[in-house]
């Protein structure tokens, strides 16, 4: 089982992420930013992962420190767990439609951080949420899971269905990606020997 636990404290947050790559899609989200749990929910989800993601953050000043801190502890056990990288497909990729909106998603188990983020919103605020808050998400995974990821919303009206077809488009890219190729008999899927 490719599963990873890891903490994080700063003098903002207190982050402890559990995952497993090869699960069934539980999750358990303790934040204190619900639309992020809601968004949480379809990467596990969607990407067959079972995910657990405690925090404490100090949402007295907003939900940034949070959320960044999230998307960076996650990456982090993603790394943790995915480990060198044998016999994965490596690249995943993923449209999702939600009524109006659609988005694609593309990753790439690179070992290098990069972040193409394309999404409009439609408004700047989902409830709580500030939607600006989910660039930070992913650009702190990025930057810890050390994948290249392409976020591209291609329509929508509603701001809550972008958002939601991008980490749903996201968990199923990542499923893709990590998923184990019988083919490549636990060989690195790069001509360089390692990622």
Do not use: W
């Not at 044998?86 to 449209?95: F, P, Q, S, T, V």
């Not at 990069?114 to 919103?121: I, N, S, T, W, Y």
């Amino acid at each position: 089982m490719r599963t990873a636990e890891v903490t994080r404290s700063t003098n903002e947050t207190q982050i402890r992420v559990k995952l497993n790559l090869d699960g069934s899609g539980q999750s358990s989200f303790k934040t204190g930013v619900p639309f992020l749990d809601h968004m949480m929910d379809q990467i596990a989800r969607h990407g067959l992962i079972d995910l657990e993601v405690e925090a404490k953050g100090d949402l007295h000043i907003d939900a940034h420190h949070t959320v960044e801190d999230i998307g960076i502890t996650i990456g982090q056990a993603l790394s943790k767990a995915i480990g060198d990288k044998k016999g994965i497909c490596r690249y995943g990729h993923a449209y999702v439609p939600l009524d109006e909106a659609l988005s694609r998603v593309v990753l790439d188990f690179s070992g290098r951080p990069g972040l193409e983020f394309h999404v409009a919103f439609k408004r700047g605020m989902i409830g709580e949420y500030d939607v600006d808050l989910t660039h930070e998400f992913f650009q702190g995974f990025v930057n810890h899971a050390l994948v290249t990821l392409h976020i591209d919303n291609l329509r929508g009206e509603n701001a809550h269905h972008q958002c939601e077809t991008v980490f749903k488009a996201f968990g199923r890219a990542l499923r893709m990606a990590a998923e184990l190729d019988a083919r490549a008999a636990g060989s690195i899927p790069s001509t360089k020997g390692s990622l």
